[in-house]
């Protein structure tokens, strides 16, 4: 590869697509938020504010919020698909999905900027409450939702909910009757493409857990089911093909099978199914490998998919055809920031590797355990002029597995003490954090030009022991 350096120094076995950097205090734009640049001190700014005083003021490990660079992402993702929708002759909404990352001042953010939001947990619908998101802006997913959170689905008045199986549609409906409701339903449909992701994050193959399948019936079956319910009024259908995907081409092969079922429906049931719901699952930028399409060409494209499968089936276009679009919004916004513990040059067999171990790990970011996930990261407190060595990050957790940056060149005098900060960790780092090795989650430090403050606020140790309840044992005992 151009520019990879081969020899004692850069020997170790690094992957061909990591390029040796002409520069290693350079930042990628495309891995990192708006609103980052490297101060004339060489130390990272986050909207001005150096990651030095953050680090000193707030600890570490932390995750730092670029919060206009999310609530920028949310409007630009939010208008660029309400025009190219309206240019079609329907309308889109945007429904930002909690799942990547929630708590009370995103879902206000969300609000504020336009979109709704997507939860599928009584406890995501809790934070909702509390954020005052009203009913009529959001959807419920969930492939086993209880009747504890069914029941508070309807009690909210949830524009829509999504159903998954037919255990499902039973129990809506007996607890729709029950409160003299009609529930709104629209059907899951597993539409049989295999998108280009890890399977763990792929949803619309035929073989794992979520919706009904269009190839088998059982879509139609449920959509039948929901249809003849007299609590349940089928709205529409839902389609989402999973999570961290480029390729365009899936997303309207999705849209046209889905229309497909659709026209089926209304010709054969007079359903209108005016609600069609495409999903989220956009791919960002890791790595410099990663190439995201811009905003505005995929709503262009996922328009022309809609309206062309309607011209082709001879049917109306839907009334509204909406997104729920995590990772692409909070995934870029933030990134991790560690203090590096300790510093050791093993030899690999095929040329030495620095090991750089920081304050935090798998507990924090376990998607390189579970996905095989590509990270970048730089040395953030200062900048250096050593030369760039391979480096692999690791955590602090008892797993030779607790790796958070696979490869990445550091420079050679990377030192114990040094912050070290990982683009890209907004989505689905945070929620999937755990308290492994009795290590207490970081906080969420949200970060503009006038203002720092946690919106998530780091666990303690005291938090941890709190859950601990030996003394009532004791007592019985
Ligand atoms: C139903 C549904 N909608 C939206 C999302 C959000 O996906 P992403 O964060 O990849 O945009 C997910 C997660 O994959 C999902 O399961
Ligand atoms: N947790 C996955 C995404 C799952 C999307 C939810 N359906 C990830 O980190 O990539």
Not at 24 to 31: D, H, K, R
Not at 192 to 200: K, N
Not at 225 to 249: C, E, K, M, T, Y
Not at 319 to 341: K, N, Q
Request: charged residues 20%; contains cysteine.
């Amino acid at each position: 590869m151009a520019g990879h350096v081969a020899g004692p120094l850069h020997s170790a076995p690094s992957p061909v697509w990591l390029p040796y950097p002409e520069d290693v205090n350079a930042l990628l734009p495309q891995l990192w938020s708006r609103n980052i640049t490297r101060g004339t001190d060489g130390a990272l700014r986050v909207a001005g504010h150096s990651v030095n005083d953050l680090a000193r003021d707030y600890g570490t490990p932390t995750f730092v919020l670029d919060v206009d660079d999310f609530r920028s992402r949310a409007r630009e993702f939010r208008t660029a698909f309400e025009k190219a929708f309206a240019a079609a002759g329907t309308q889109a909404r945007s429904y930002y999905a909690g799942k990547a990352f929630l708590c009370t001042q995103v879902a206000r953010w969300a609000l504020q900027d336009g979109l709704g939001l997507d939860v599928c947990s009584l406890g995501e619908l809790l934070v909702a409450q509390r954020a005052g998101v009203p009913g009529e802006r959001m959807t419920m997913h969930g492939n086993n939702k209880s009747p504890q959170e069914l029941s508070a689905a309807l009690d909210h008045g949830v524009n829509q909910i999504v159903v998954d199986s037919l255990d499902e549609i039973g129990r809506l409906s007996a607890l729709a009757a029950q409160k003299g409701v009609t529930a709104p339903v629209v059907i899951r449909v597993t539409v049989g493409v295999e998108a280009h992701t890890h399977d763990f994050i792929a949803t619309a193959h035929e073989d794992q857990k979520f919706g009904f399948s269009l190839a088998s019936g059982a879509a139609r079956e449920a959509a039948e089911r929901v249809h003849r319910d007299p609590h349940l009024n089928l709205l529409g259908l839902h389609s989402h093909i999973g999570s961290q995907i480029f390729d365009a081409s899936a997303f309207e092969v999705a849209a046209a099978r889905l229309m497909g079922l659709r026209a089926e429906l209304r010709r054969d049931l007079g359903a209108g199914c005016e609600e069609l719901i495409l999903g989220g699952g956009f791919g960002i930028s890791y790595t410099s490998q990663d190439t995201p399409q811009p905003v505005d060409e995929l709503a262009a494209g996922m328009a022309r998919a809609v309206v062309r499968a309607c011209e082709d089936l001879g049917d109306p276009l839907p009334r509204t055809v909406s997104f729920e679009p995590g990772r692409s919004l909070i995934g870029p916004a933030m990134f991790t920031l560690y203090t590096v513990g300790t510093v050791k040059p093993v030899e690999t067999g095929h040329g030495e590797r620095l090991y750089v171990a920081v304050d935090g790990g798998m507990s924090d970011n376990p998607r390189t355990a579970l996905y095989d996930a590509d990270y970048s990261c730089t040395v953030a407190g200062r900048a250096s002029g050593a030369e760039p060595r391979v480096t692999r990050v690791v955590g602090m957790h008892c797993e030779s597995g607790d790796i958070i940056v696979r490869d990445e060149y550091a420079p050679a005098d990377i030192a114990a003490g040094d912050l070290l900060a990982v683009p890209g960790t907004g989505a689905y780092c945070r929620p999937l954090a755990s308290n492994y090795n009795h290590v207490p989650r970081p906080g969420v430090l949200a970060v503009t030009a006038d203002a720092i403050g946690w919106i998530v606020r780091p666990e303690t140790h005291e938090d941890l022991l709190s859950t601990d309840v030996a003394e009532s044992w004791n007592e019985r005992g």
